[in-house]
């Protein structure tokens, strides 16, 4: 079962409007955490923001923030006053137990023009 | 924040041969490594994680014995692809850990391996 879950493959958005990308999550563990990333057409992995499961507040950074909302299992992240260079893949992920111990489980990715 | 290297950044190989990437942490110590692969506007999926000094855990479906993971220190991890094939072709990326299993991974800038 996926465990996250991004449904907008791509998006588009005019300069200085913001946009949200959306993410929803499956997990029994009561303890998590979720990020989000920016992968440019170069490929590097950009960390945005994270959201712990326990975080009362929002996380913001910048001109992101996340919409975490715990009940609905979902952490949308917005961008305000979007720019060209925002354009890129967005990947939401979620920390996962595994037999290794932890490891990032990422979402099929959402593309932002 | 921590800076995490792979080498190299691009790689062509010919079906058959074999393909050594590495992947260091610069200026931590890292407990933990990860290999994901992602193909073209996919996502990044989960090959093994590896801890300093342990075999591999390798995520279901993924073949231990054509993706060797090797993490002989706390500074260098590395991915061979043995006897590689055009479906091998991919996008490797490696991020890394130190300490505890909430502590933030780092992402290495990936590597481009085409198998012809």
């Known amino acids: 079962a996926q465990k996250i879950t991004q449904t907008q493959p791509g998006m588009f958005v005019q300069e200085k409007e913001a946009v949200t990308l959306d993410c929803t999550y499956d997990?029994?563990?009561?303890?998590?955490?979720l990020f989000w990333y920016k992968q440019p057409s170069s490929g590097e992995m950009i960390f945005l923001i994270y959201q712990g499961s326990y975080d009362e507040q929002n996380a913001t950074e910048g001109r992101y923030s996340l919409n975490f909302q715990k009940a609905r299992k979902s952490a949308n992240l917005v961008i305000s006053a979007s720019q060209l260079g925002d354009s890129a893949m967005y990947f939401c992920a979620m920390r996962e137990v595994n037999q290794a111990g932890t490891a990032l489980i990422f979402g099929k990715g959402t593309t932002l023009s | 924040g921590a800076v995490v290297s792979q080498h190299p950044s691009r790689v062509i190989c010919k079906s058959g041969t074999s393909v050594k990437i590495e992947c260091r942490s610069l200026?931590?110590?890292?407990?933990?490594m990860f290999w994901y692969r992602q193909f073209p506007k996919k996502s990044l999926m989960l090959m093994a994680t590896s801890n300093e000094g342990s075999k591999a855990t390798y995520e279901q479906g993924v073949e231990k014995d054509k993706f060797l993971i090797n993490h002989a220190s706390l500074t260098l991890s590395t991915l061979t692809v043995t006897s590689a094939h055009p479906e091998d072709s991919s996008f490797y990326i490696c991020?890394?850990?130190?300490?505890?299993?909430?502590?933030?991974?780092?992402f290495g800038p990936g590597t481009r391996l085409t198998v012809l």
């Open positions: 200026d931590f110590q890292a407990t933990t």
């Open positions: 997990t029994s563990d009561q303890s998590y955490g």
């Open positions: 991020s890394a850990r130190f300490g505890g299993t909430y502590n933030e991974q780092f």
